[in-house]
């Protein structure tokens, strides 16, 4: 395999240009064909029966008045199943002919349960179970005594719900010894797993899976899974019926079983010199993930590594809640705003500037260059110093309308991950590049499409891409931790590279020059010293005759490392301007801006389209969303999308983006860029608020409610 | 419509005027047109099993076969194959599944299909075709107003229809006019590049 990097600023065509996805017209006009959208003949529904109670026992499922209904064609239930531990656990399925009459068929399914003592409360520490996670650095005891100034608070994060607009599920299949799939998911080279197979009857590698577009995962969709642990449910039904079974959750189902961020919440005390150094940082934290497990407190102080005196106490509460998934960023923005509200309560107590206490403290950071870099284009960006002022200052505003601005900094892996690309290079000049990989809104075949039409000289155009399929599509992993890019664009580059190879052996003897004295650029292969000696690119590819050309390109993550193809770990900075009135505690975004690095960029609109995302993803977590438990029945009581509010265009404000470019950022290669963004708007939004009206408000999200509790209560922290 | 679509033999306007909120649920039902003394005729009774009705879609009547208690969302997709609507919310609260009917914006999910016999549905397979795409679909892919691209058709539609009524609409206006959409991906920024972007070409 060729020795592959990256073309030089000046010499880049498609890499790092703003470039719109290529599949925005398909989706534009309603063309694009996601899981949801598979209609097979003679399908059928199918619809869950689910647990209404938080704790129960399984007595009995009687099944039979449900298997009565004309059009019921399969009813399976759970028969291991002997203990539901949440409202919402599946506990039966039926697929009929059309969705409304399994809708009315599982009302028909006699459940019987005997309700066990629940318990959905994650706010109280007291309530953890286990062994506490522990870890220590230094002597934390010891330097708050010390310390010149020592600030205690209590800040926290509810359980969050993913809320993708395309729910869960998948269309599944069963042909014979062969099950095809259609799911929504964000790992398709790895959906066809065993326990799939198992549900359908198959041997695992007679899985094929397609997904072409899928409506938003945010990590909440890697398994086969509608919920943690439940059954391969519509691939036992297919079986059973010897027919292709729909089965996507409902609204109320997605958002309570099919997400659940992990809460956070915290006692912290911060310890720290006059000039704000902080020099400890003691921190109690408890968190649910429902039966699963719950939020990582180790990676606090976030992200300042390097405070030398360090005590976390992490407790976990099991609640009979939805288990938890993965979502962007998974721990990092609980422990951002947890660390950043600590930090900036410290700098409100010293009477130092945020933007000042943030660029002092930067040096305990892992990258304290690029966080100060990042800080002052940010502040630049903002109007920071016209507007800044310390917390509780008249400046806020002498009306009820008090504005105020918050910081927060933040980081992220992001090492592209295993990947393999297929190139093919055929005679009549066609270029297709296959990966087993998946879009989930990135731009994922735009990116591939641009790096491989770089390698060869030509336009988007000239590339198809196909994605979206295992087997015998090259694998390549899941989408999580931002890895997707860096991996697809190593494995498509050393594809792409050793195809053109290939290829220019064969043009070689016919231009009379060696073959490392071509290079492919602008559509036409032509010598490097004398660009006007060229051939077209389809003259060149011609010389196949009916030969192809078909290379694979791996990318090895540790390796590509080395050669600076791929880096992982950004720095990003984010700062908000918020109003509070503080008569009805509403909190409004006037504007936010982020600043990101994230290497090479590959594409430079649909990066920005990330971060604009984050930012608004994070506004929605900051000012609204929260899975809103009742204690007495264990319920979530606003599982539709009225009352489990996500951000709407009037409440996003002005949003600006910085992507951190040129040969410093460039050099390190490509890291991802899905999740780091989404990480600090929380905490942002939380110190701009306290900047504001002058009292923390502890817990996010930052509802009138809690804005008045905290103005009621006073006090700095 | 009138109300001779109604599905029971209850008329609407009796049914409202029984529950004495007529007026606030005509305002919270967004495809009712204005009540007629015409609509007081008491229509025979259909259903409870599926019946043929033929819906108007795209300037096409296509046949089909309905339980009276299937949403228009349903019929589309479910029976025509007609994807471009999604159903996320199926409350009227997300405008993913936003069609026209008479050329009004309507949360589909939230309309029967009976009662959208022999009204004009365009819904986002009626606009453009990825070669040949409308002003608004053209600006939603230059500005990237999409990502996981799943609200996009919801709101391809909802500009669409809000620049039939407002061609010349300031930010505040098209951020209060497509606030019945909601993206979870967050392409808000992009959105109000293309709508604005699309007044000034006209629209759609």
């Not at chain 1, 099944?63 to 656990?89: F, Q, R, S």
């Not at chain 1, 439940?230 to 309570?256: C, H, Y």
């Not at chain 1, 499409?449 to 992993?477: C, F, M, R």
């Not at chain 2, 010349?168 to 019945?180: D, K, Q, S, W, Y």
Request: proline share 5%; aromatic share 4%; net charge neutral.
């Amino acid at each position: 395999m060729a020795k592959v990097d990256w073309p030089a600023a000046d010499k880049r065509s498609l890499i790092g240009k703003h470039i719109s996805r290529t599949d925005g017209p398909v989706k534009a006009t309603g063309a694009a064909k996601y899981s949801y959208d598979i209609n097979r003949p003679g399908m059928l529904w199918a619809k869950v029966v689910t647990s209404p109670h938080a704790h129960a026992e399984v007595v009995s499922i009687d099944t039979t008045a449900a298997a009565a209904i004309p059009g019921v064609e399969a009813v399976w239930h759970d028969e291991t199943l002997k203990e539901v531990v949440y409202v919402g656990h599946i506990v039966a399925a039926v697929a009929a002919r059309t969705e409304e009459i399994a809708q009315e068929a599982i009302r028909q399914v006699k459940v019987q349960y005997k309700v066990l003592p629940h318990q959905v409360v994650d706010n109280n520490p007291s309530l953890a179970a286990g062994n506490p996670a522990e870890r220590k650095a230094g002597n934390v005891e010891e330097a708050l005594s010390k310390a010149d100034v020592v600030v205690s608070g209590e800040y926290g994060i509810p359980v969050i719900t993913h809320c993708c607009l395309e729910a869960h599920g998948e269309v599944n299949e069963v042909k014979g010894d062969e099950m095809l799939v259609w799911p929504s998911t964000q790992a398709v080279s790895g959906y066809g797993n065993q326990n799939l197979a198992q549900g359908g009857g198959v041997a695992q590698n007679k899985i094929r899976v397609d997904c072409q577009h899928m409506g938003g995962g945010f990590g909440s969709k890697f398994n086969f899974e509608l919920a943690p642990g439940a059954k391969p449910i519509a691939a036992i039904l297919s079986k059973k019926t010897g027919k292709p079974v729909k089965l996507m959750l409902d609204r109320d189902l997605e958002l309570a079983i099919a997400g659940n961020r992990p809460s956070a919440f915290a006692k912290i005390k911060v310890g720290a010199s006059k000039d704000g150094t902080v020099t400890a940082f003691d921190a109690e934290t408890w968190s649910t993930g429902g039966q699963g497990g719950a939020f990582n407190s180790g990676i606090m102080p976030y992200p300042l590594t390097k405070v030398p005196n360090v005590r976390i106490i992490g407790k976990r509460i099991i609640t009979n809640r939805g288990g938890q998934r993965a979502w962007r960023a998974p721990n990092h923005p609980q422990a951002c705003l947890l660390t950043m509200s600590a930090l900036a309560d410290t700098a409100a107590q010293l009477k130092m500037d945020e933007l000042e206490f943030f660029l002092h403290n930067a040096a305990l950071t892992d990258r304290p260059e690029v966080y100060r870099e990042e800080l002052r284009i940010a502040a630049d960006m903002l109007g920071y110093k016209a507007k800044a002022h310390l917390r509780g200052d008249p400046k806020a505003g002498a009306g009820p309308v008090k504005r105020g601005i918050g910081i927060a900094i933040h980081t992220w892996g992001g090492l592209g991950h295993n990947s393999e690309c297929d190139v093919t290079i055929s005679g009549d000049g066609s270029v297709e590049a296959k990966i087993g990989t998946q879009d989930l809104g990135v731009g994922t075949r735009t990116c591939i499409a641009q790096v491989v039409g770089e390698t060869l000289g030509l336009s988007l155009d000239g590339v198809k891409v196909e994605i979206g399929k295992n087997s015998p599509y090259p694998p390549s992993n899941g989408s999580g931790g931002s890895t997707t890019i860096g991996g697809i664009s190593v494995s498509s580059r050393k594809a792409a590279t050793d195809a053109l190879n290939a290829l220019l052996a064969v043009v070689a003897p016919k231009m009379g020059v060696a073959a490392d004295a071509l290079e492919a650029a602008e559509g036409k292969i032509r010598q490097i010293e004398k660009p006007h000696v060229a051939m077209s690119w389809n003259e060149a590819c011609a010389l196949l005759g009916k030969e192809q050309i078909t290379k694979r390109g791996v990318n090895v993550p540790a390796e590509s490392r080395t050669a600076k193809l791929i880096d992982a770990n950004v720095g990003g900075v984010q700062m908000a301007d918020v109003s509070v009135d503080i008569e009805t505690g509403v909190v409004t975004l006037n504007e936010m801006v982020a600043v990101q690095d994230c290497g090479l960029i590959v594409n430079m609109k649909l990066c920005e389209s990330q971060v604009y995302g984050a930012l608004i993803m994070g506004v929605a977590y900051g000012l609204y969303e929260e899975c809103i438990y009742d204690a007495k029945t264990g319920r979530m009581v606003n599982a539709d999308m009225e009352f489990y509010r996500l951000a709407g265009l009037k409440d996003v404000g002005k949003l600006k983006v910085h992507l951190m470019t040129g040969p410093a950022y460039e050099s390190r290669g490509i890291i991802g860029i899905g999740e780091p963004p989404a990480i600090s708007p929380g905490a942002a939004l939380s110190n701009a608020v306290a900047n504001a009206c002058g009292v923390r408000v502890p817990n996010l999200p930052l509802t009138p409610d809690r804005v008045i509790a905290a103005l009621q209560k006073g006090g700095i922290a | 419509m009138t109300d001779n679509n109604v599905t029971s033999g209850v008329s609407r306007r009796g049914f409202l005027k029984g529950l004495g909120v007529g007026t606030v649920a005509t305002g919270l039902i967004p495809s009712v047109a204005p009540e007629t003394e015409a609509a007081e005729q008491r229509p025979a009774l259909r259903g409870p099993g599926e019946i043929p009705i033929t819906l108007k879609i795209n300037g096409q009547n296509r046949q089909l076969n309905v339980e009276p208690r299937v949403t228009l969302l349903d019929a589309l997709r479910n029976r025509l194959d007609l994807t471009g609507a999604k159903k996320v919310c199926d409350r009227g609260t997300c405008g993913a599944c936003t069609v026209m009917v008479d050329g009004q914006p309507v949360y589909s999910c939230s309309m029967l299909a009976v009662e959208a016999e022999g009204r004009m549905i365009t819904t986002v397979e009626g606009l453009g075709t990825p070669t040949q795409m409308t002003a608004v679909q053209k600006a939603f892919v230059k500005h990237d107003a999409q990502q996981c691209g799943f609200c996009t058709p919801g709101f391809v539609m909802a500009c669409t229809a809000f620049l039939s009524s407002h061609p010349n609409p300031t930010l505040e206006e098209a951020r209060a006019g497509l606030g019945g959409n909601l993206c979870r991906c967050g392409t808000y920024a992009g959105i109000m590049e293309a709508v604005l972007e699309a007044a000034k070409k006209g629209g759609a």
